[in-house]
């Protein structure tokens, strides 16, 4: 297989990590005689230094011609302190899932039995998760017009969906639900919200189409609390944007880190496969970053965008063996690990490249 694939480290860690998920495509590509063509770009607070724009024509115009996107993180702390900041590395990340058309985000949770101890709750609450959350990605209230007034007393942020944003990402996730265990937990705030109405009411009519599927509505407030007291009754997680990406953030904390998180925004067109934590200046170049969910989303890359089933497993493999073997990185190291099982970026990159070889 020839696939040409983008590099888009960002900002901060996102440069240390997406160095080993590219090295795991490469080993990938080595040992299954692939050929995999690598070119890069650069997008976030690095391009604002750099041109201005936090997604350049020349980034947009790769992106679009790629056949997949390893993505690393965006932001600065200098734009968190400075709320009136007209640029902003976000808008970048904002831009191109719009102009890819990606609305799905794809959030796996999945825990390895290595690490039930790194999570701040219990094992026997944990053991036996499994998630897969569908967060819809081009509406809601990200993409709704923003206001604020001229004496800066008032501001606002439209929260909108049309049907066809429902209909798009309830089916893919109805899709999924079908290929594991059928059930489907749509998430809203249809009590108080009319997007959350018009989504419920949605959801209900795609529903018929999936008579094998199981569903239940939830609300957010409710989904939070029962995701934290009893994630295993979770399969399949369908919800709008804000409240995606809310409710697996705090669903790192079932996998023990965000370090550990990869997912995957599709949509027709070129996929974007990315971790799920920030760009967390604060250990940027101190070699501390996980590299862990940069190489798992090289395996949802595998399996989504190229359909390399074997491919994609041996890479989660080989991230379970090297967590059977001890080896952790500061965020996933618990009181009894061994000092010397506790590895930067790089020692622990190479780790999983020694498995996939």
């Given at each position: 297989?020839?696939?040409?694939?983008l590099i888009?480290?960002?900002?901060?860690i996102?440069q240390?990590?997406?160095?080993w998920?590219k090295?795991?495509?490469?080993?990938?590509?080595q040992?299954?005689?692939?050929e995999?063509?690598?070119d890069?770009?650069?997008?976030?607070?690095?391009?604002?230094?750099?041109?201005?724009?936090?997604?350049?024509?020349?980034?947009?115009?790769?992106?679009k011609?790629?056949?997949a996107?390893?993505?690393g993180?965006?932001?600065h702390?200098?734009?968190?302190?400075?709320p009136?900041a007209k640029?902003?590395?976000e808008q970048?990340?904002l831009?191109i899932?719009?102009?890819?058309?990606?609305?799905a985000?794809?959030?796996?949770?999945?825990?390895?039995?290595?690490l039930?101890?790194?999570?701040s709750?219990?094992?026997?609450?944990l053991?036996?998760?499994?998630?897969?959350?569908?967060r819809?990605?081009?509406?809601?209230?990200?993409f709704?017009?923003k206001?604020r007034?001229d004496?800066n007393?008032f501001?606002?942020d439209?929260?909108?969906y049309?049907?066809?944003?429902?209909?798009?990402?309830?089916?893919?996730?109805?899709?999924?639900?079908?290929?594991?265990?059928k059930?489907?937990?749509?998430?809203?705030?249809a009590?108080?919200l009319?997007?959350?109405?018009?989504?419920?009411?949605v959801v209900?009519?795609?529903?018929?189409?999936?008579?094998?599927v199981?569903?239940?509505?939830?609300?957010?407030d409710?989904?939070?609390?029962?995701?934290?007291?009893?994630?295993?009754?979770?399969?399949?997680?369908?919800?709008?944007?804000l409240f995606?990406?809310?409710l697996?953030?705090?669903?790192?904390?079932?996998?023990g880190?965000?370090?550990?998180?990869?997912s995957?925004?599709?949509?027709?067109?070129?996929?974007?496969?990315e971790p799920?934590?920030?760009s967390a200046?604060?250990?940027a170049?101190?070699?501390k970053a996980?590299?862990?969910?940069?190489?798992?989303?090289?395996?949802?890359?595998?399996?989504?965008?190229?359909g390399?089933?074997?491919?994609?497993?041996?890479?989660?493999?080989?991230?379970?063996?090297t967590?059977?073997?001890?080896?952790?990185?500061?965020?996933?190291?618990?009181?009894?690990?061994?000092?010397?099982?506790?590895?930067?970026?790089?020692?622990?990159?190479?780790?999983?490249?020694?498995?996939?070889?």
């Amino acid at each position: 297989m020839k696939k040409n694939i983008l590099i888009i480290p960002g900002d901060g860690i996102g440069q240390e990590v997406t160095t080993w998920g590219k090295q795991a495509l490469e080993a990938v590509a080595q040992k299954y005689n692939h050929e995999f063509i690598f070119d890069e770009a650069i997008m976030g607070h690095t391009a604002i230094e750099a041109t201005g724009d936090p997604l350049p024509d020349e980034t947009l115009e790769k992106a679009k011609a790629s056949d997949a996107i390893l993505f690393g993180a965006i932001g600065h702390a200098k734009y968190d302190n400075d709320p009136s900041a007209k640029v902003r590395p976000e808008q970048g990340l904002l831009k191109i899932r719009k102009e890819l058309g990606l609305y799905a985000n794809l959030r796996p949770i999945l825990l390895f039995d290595e690490l039930l101890d790194a999570s701040s709750l219990k094992p026997e609450v944990l053991r036996g998760t499994d998630i897969l959350f569908f967060r819809e990605l081009t509406g809601d209230v990200y993409f709704g017009e923003k206001n604020r007034n001229d004496d800066n007393t008032f501001a606002s942020d439209l929260m909108n969906y049309h049907r066809y944003e429902v209909e798009r990402i309830a089916r893919k996730a109805y899709d999924a639900a079908r290929t594991r265990n059928k059930k489907l937990c749509s998430v809203d705030k249809a009590n108080v919200l009319e997007t959350s109405r018009l989504w419920r009411e949605v959801v209900q009519e795609i529903a018929q189409e999936y008579p094998d599927v199981e569903t239940e509505h939830m609300f957010i407030d409710n989904a939070a609390m029962q995701l934290v007291k009893n994630p295993k009754k979770f399969d399949v997680v369908l919800t709008a944007n804000l409240f995606g990406d809310i409710l697996t953030d705090e669903a790192s904390q079932i996998a023990g880190s965000m370090g550990m998180l990869a997912s995957a925004s599709i949509g027709d067109g070129t996929g974007f496969f990315e971790p799920i934590h920030g760009s967390a200046h604060d250990i940027a170049g101190q070699n501390k970053a996980n590299p862990l969910a940069s190489i798992l989303s090289v395996a949802l890359m595998l399996d989504i965008a190229f359909g390399l089933q074997e491919e994609a497993k041996l890479v989660t493999t080989a991230v379970a063996e090297t967590l059977k073997a001890g080896w952790r990185t500061g965020d996933i190291a618990n009181a009894d690990t061994a000092s010397n099982k506790i590895l930067g970026t790089n020692e622990m990159g190479a780790k999983v490249l020694e498995f996939i070889k």
